[in-house]
């Protein structure tokens, strides 16, 4: 996992709309917030609106969320940039949906699965790497992003963030042949 006090890994990747977005677009914003997601992943299709209310409860309080979509979208169809653009809408994502094609920004991060989160300070230093919730698909936990909400409570108060972190649980990232990371 990547260490807590990392600072963020510089990216510049398209959004559904074409656009690009980099990480200097964040320099002014109380905490930055990374999601990798997917389109097709059990584990984001059952937060997936719990994603979407995350965001609309925090972006008004200085807090900036993307997520990126690392997966090989030639051998995993449903999470092409196209495809990205339609989720984006049916979940009503009020962030940023980035396309990694290269999937260096995930290798960056050390991204393991989708879903994984990564939440920086106004530095853009990490101090929060995890799960959203311990609810899974199949369970009857519901979806609260009560891990995540509470280390980004926890730093927008001006305390600190809890060392105890449950790492994410979900589908491995999708990596292109002769692509894979060297840190699993």
Same mark, same amino acid.
């Given at each position: 996992?990547?260490?807590?006090? *990392?600072?963020?890994?510089?990216?510049?990747? #398209?959004? *559904?709309?074409?656009?690009?977005?980099?990480?200097?677009?964040?320099?002014?914003?109380?905490?930055?917030?990374?999601?990798?997601?997917?389109?097709?992943?059990?584990?984001?299709?059952?937060?997936?609106?719990?994603?979407?209310?995350?965001?609309? @409860?925090?972006?008004?309080?200085? =807090?900036?969320?993307?997520?990126?979509?690392?997966?090989? !979208? =030639?051998?995993?169809?449903?999470? /092409?940039?196209? $495809?990205?653009?339609? +989720?984006?809408?049916?979940?009503?994502?009020?962030? #940023?949906?980035?396309?990694? +094609? *290269?999937?260096? =920004?995930? $290798?960056?991060?050390?991204?393991?699965? *989708?879903?994984?989160?990564?939440?920086? @300070?106004? $530095?853009?230093?990490?101090?929060?790497?995890?799960?959203? @919730?311990?609810?899974?698909?199949? $369970?009857?936990?519901?979806?609260?992003?009560?891990?995540?909400?509470? !280390?980004?409570?926890?730093?927008?108060?001006?305390?600190?963030?809890?060392?105890?972190?449950? #790492? /994410?649980?979900?589908?491995?990232?999708?990596?292109?042949?002769?692509?894979?990371? @060297?840190?699993?």
């Amino acid at each position: 996992m990547l260490p807590l006090g *990392t600072r963020a890994p510089d990216f510049s990747l #398209p959004d *559904t709309h074409g656009q690009i977005v980099s990480l200097a677009h964040f320099n002014n914003v109380r905490a930055l917030v990374v999601f990798f997601i997917c389109n097709h992943c059990p584990y984001v299709k059952h937060l997936r609106m719990g994603l979407a209310q995350f965001a609309r @409860d925090y972006q008004g309080k200085g =807090v900036a969320i993307i997520a990126i979509n690392s997966n090989d !979208a =030639v051998r995993y169809a449903d999470d /092409s940039p196209e $495809k990205m653009k339609d +989720e984006a809408r049916s979940a009503d994502y009020s962030f #940023p949906y980035l396309y990694d +094609e *290269t999937q260096s =920004v995930a $290798k960056a991060y050390r991204a393991a699965c *989708t879903p994984d989160f990564f939440l920086f @300070d106004h $530095k853009h230093l990490l101090v929060y790497r995890g799960q959203f @919730d311990d609810s899974r698909p199949g $369970k009857t936990t519901p979806v609260t992003g009560h891990d995540l909400r509470a !280390a980004l409570d926890a730093l927008l108060a001006g305390q600190s963030v809890s060392s105890k972190q449950t #790492p /994410s649980v979900g589908c491995n990232i999708k990596w292109k042949p002769g692509n894979e990371p @060297d840190y699993f």
